[in-house]
């Protein structure tokens, strides 16, 4: 098919030849041989150029141009998911990270990687270590997590901790709070199932200070818990990013 386009294309089967870097008698057999499998003439010989025959020749001309190309791009594709530059991802993320960084990173993929096709799954970080082990994502934005599955991590970003007061509350005056000044305050604090990365961690930094607070309530989800703190229901401690809620 490939001999019989390039001659048709040239309409001059040494030119075919020399263009498919091939002599010109294999050239004329492929033809030949492509002719007997349709059962009928694509192409006739006028001294030494070729012409299209009227009808079928030039109806199987755009058939096999269109096969061709179709080939060329299924080749150029496996090529690019071979490299990682095509395919599907399955991307999950916790709620912090839509905010900013997984709009940019989206924005960087579509000029970097414009054939890969993204599916977003906003996950708790310990909903996505449950997903990695059902092979439901591929890549995941999340808290790091102690966990059985082998994982490779990589920084992306840090994040600081800031305490989120009722408006009027009495720690409002400090510019900078200490931990010792949330001893016996009521405290909603993040879920130890859904919230595991903030309870182990804000846990921690009550445990190592000697502090106690009043927890009055535990929460999934950090909109839920500024709710609750502005309802005057206690204080919390919580991710930069959560000031956005406002």
Do not use: W
């Amino acid at each position: 098919m490939r001999c019989f386009v390039a001659a048709a294309t040239e309409l001059n089967f040494r030119c075919a030849a020399a263009l498919l870097n091939m002599t010109q008698p294999p050239l004329s057999r492929q033809i030949h041989l492509l002719e007997e499998n349709l059962g009928v003439k694509l192409l006739e010989r006028v001294g030494r150029t070729v012409k299209l025959t009227t009808e079928e020749g030039r109806v199987f001309l755009a058939d096999a141009s269109r096969l061709l190309n179709l080939a060329e791009q299924a080749e150029s594709t496996m090529r690019r998911a071979n490299k990682g530059k095509t395919g599907r991802m399955r991307l999950g993320f916790t709620g912090a990270a839509d905010y900013e960084l997984i709009p940019e990173l989206l924005m960087a993929a579509k000029h970097a990687l414009p054939d890969i096709d993204v599916v977003f799954l906003e996950r708790v970080s310990v909903a996505q270590i449950k997903a990695f082990a059902a092979n439901a994502i591929d890549l995941g934005f999340l808290r790091p997590l102690p966990s059985r599955q082998q994982f490779e991590f990589l920084l992306v970003d840090k994040e600081l901790l800031i305490v989120a007061l009722p408006a009027g509350h009495e720690l409002c005056v400090h510019e900078k709070i200490e931990l010792a000044q949330l001893n016996d305050q009521p405290f909603i604090m993040h879920s130890p199932t859904h919230g595991k990365y903030f309870y182990e961690c804000i846990m921690g930094m009550f445990t190592t200070a000697e502090v106690l607070p009043h927890f009055t309530q535990y929460i999934d989800q950090t909109p839920t818990i500024l709710s609750f703190v502005r309802a005057g229901l206690g204080v919390s401690i919580l991710p930069f990013s959560s000031q956005r809620f406002h």
